[in-house]
């Protein structure tokens, strides 16, 4: 089991990554990215795709041609899943790859 943020937590991490949404229902954070094209969207999604994989916590992801779409919470955090570290260190690498 992982650990959810706390409220503070969450708040102070959101305060850092301006960019990215708070879904509450989920307990989550979004993020929609736009490139120029399919190509740069892809190259884009492979090197996050790197970095999931070896922290082992995978995003929630949506592609159409030049959008991207990621959405990241820990479903083993609480007892229905949650936001958690690990959605925001993730957070931060992905914003590495721009």
């Known amino acids: ?3 959810q943020l706390t409220d503070d937590q969450r708040e102070a991490a959101l305060g850092k990554l301006s960019d990215w949404e708070y879904d509450d229902k989920r307990d989550a954070i979004s993020r929609s990215f736009k490139f120029d ?3 740069e969207a892809f190259a884009f999604m492979t090197r996050v795709a790197l970095h ?3 922290a082992d916590h995978h ?3 949506f ?3 030049n959008k991207v779409d990621i959405k990241l919470t820990t ?3 609480g007892e229905n899943g949650g936001l958690s570290q690990r ?3 993730l957070a931060d690498v992905i914003e590495s790859c721009l």
Do not use: G, I, Q, R
């Open 1 to 3: 089991m992982v650990a």
């Open 37 to 39: 094209d399919f190509t």
């Open 52 to 54: 999931a994989e070896k």
């Open 59 to 61: 995003p929630e992801w």
């Open 63 to 65: 592609n159409v041609y």
């Open 75 to 77: 479903h083993d955090a």
């Open 87 to 89: 959605d925001v260190d």
